[in-house]
């Protein structure tokens, strides 16, 4: 089987707490070309049985790993030493992507050529999907802006972004 386009990086501690999430990743995209990488980053609650539900629906795309606590920077680490798509999107429990998020960021980043990732805007809900915010792309980020990144003030989050992820491209060493 070929690599995936997308390798969407899923980790935490206790995602169980919030049902559901996990198995609504992938499947409502209309970008079907993923695989998905769940950190599970010592989890005592109902993750696990959550996982291996959704490992069982979709057993050639999702890869559960598990290790003991290490915080969601080092559980990201693993999911992208684990992956093997080209790009590499990240998601935590507490969001929800637009169903065409992958598509037209794939799309984008295609077209743009030379970059090493996209973003998006986003918005901000409450427990119960009530619009607190919404955040658009900013207009000062785009082209070259990595060195704007760590110097400017910005509401790119994580999982807005989607990113070029192959060992061989000098961005991303």
């Known amino acids: 089987m070929p690599a995936p386009a997308v ?4 980790a935490g501690v206790q995602p169980g707490a919030i049902p559901g999430r996990v198995d609504r990743i992938g499947p409502d995209q209309t970008f079907s070309d993923w695989e998905l990488i769940v950190v599970d980053d010592g989890s ?18 999702v890869k559960p790993i598990s290790q003991a606590n290490s ?6 680490n693993t999911g992208i ?6 790009l590499v999107a990240f998601i935590d429990s507490d969001d929800l992507w637009h169903s065409r998020k992958l598509e037209r960021q794939v799309q984008s980043l295609r077209e743009a050529g030379d970059v090493a990732f996209v973003y998006t805007g986003y918005e901000m809900i409450d427990p119960f999907g009530r619009l607190l915010r919404t955040v ?7 082209g070259a802006i990595y060195e704007k990144l760590w110097t400017e003030d910005n509401n790119i989050l994580g999982p807005t972004i989607l ?6 491209d000098p961005r991303c060493g």
């Open 163 to 168: 990113g070029v992820l192959t060992p061989e």
């Open 136 to 142: 658009r792309p900013d207009p000062r980020f785009q």
């Open 7 to 10: 390798s969407i990086i899923y």
């Open 81 to 86: 030493k684990a992956s093997t798509g080209e």
């Open 44 to 61: 005592s609650d109902s993750t696990p049985a959550i996982i291996e539900r959704y490992r069982l629906s979709f057993p050639e795309r």
């Open 71 to 76: 915080g969601v920077a080092a559980a990201r």
